[in-house]
């Protein structure tokens, strides 16, 4: 919220903060930092900021810039995190973080200036490419992403799926293959897992 003094007009400083153009991004932005000739060992939410504004240089706020991303690629990295603001990006519609050395996600929860968010939260994040890492496990929390479609998070090192899998609300096409599993969630842990979250997706694919 922004507050202007009643005693009198704004600055011009003032009134040039509240255009839609300093506030709202005009230009969706695609990072693309796939493959750089010195692979990345971090991703930081600044670059991904300086990058949003390098095209939308009028926008005066850290959360506007963000708001331009669209479609984030930083397949074949040496990866070993992601940020959890990733996935909590408002326009965000294509993730790529395939072929790094990642060994986790991001927790559920994590702290913003003291206040707790929850991290998978990117109303918009359809296409989600994992695969090719180290991953052991998947949070339960990554299939509450609404818009989800698809994941790929073939070839790590995943031993299990999370039940939440069979509750994804849009989750089309599930890509597993060259894991550690010796079976798919099944049974009561379903069924408890559908009654919490209240969700059934029509069709999920394995590919094998």
């Known amino acids: 919220?922004?507050?202007?003094?009643?005693?009198?007009?704004?600055?011009?400083?003032?009134?040039?903060?509240?255009?839609?153009?300093?506030?709202?991004?005009s230009t969706a932005v695609m990072v693309n930092w796939r493959e750089l000739k010195c692979p990345l060992p971090a991703?930081?939410?600044?670059?991904?900021?300086?990058?949003?504004?390098?095209v939308n240089k009028r926008l005066g706020s850290e959360g506007g810039a963000l708001l331009a991303l669209t479609r984030i690629d930083l397949a074949n990295n040496e990866l070993r995190t992601l940020p959890a603001e990733l996935f909590t990006l408002v326009s965000l519609r294509y993730l790529n973080a395939a072929q790094n050395k990642l060994e986790r996600l991001p927790r559920s929860l994590f702290f913003r200036k003291r206040v707790k968010l929850d991290v998978y939260s990117a109303p918009a994040l359809q296409d989600l490419?994992?695969?090719?890492?180290?991953?052991?496990?998947?949070?339960?929390?990554?299939?509450r992403l609404p818009a989800l479609t698809t994941l790929d998070?073939?070839?790590n090192k995943l031993r299990a799926l999370p039940p939440a899998v069979w509750t994804a609300p849009a989750l089309r096409d599930l890509s597993a293959a060259l894991n550690h599993l010796r079976a798919l969630p099944a049974g009561d842990e379903v069924s408890q897992q559908q009654a919490r979250l209240g969700a059934v997706p029509e069709t999920v694919v394995c590919r094998r």
């Open 43 to 54: 991703i930081r939410m600044s670059w991904l900021h300086a990058a949003a504004l390098r």
């Open 129 to 143: 490419y994992l695969q090719d890492n180290r991953l052991e496990e998947l949070p339960p929390e990554l299939f």
């Open 1 to 25: 919220m922004i507050l202007i003094p009643l005693g009198g007009r704004g600055t011009k400083e003032q009134d040039a903060a509240l255009t839609y153009s300093a506030l709202c991004p």
């Open 153 to 155: 998070v073939s070839n």
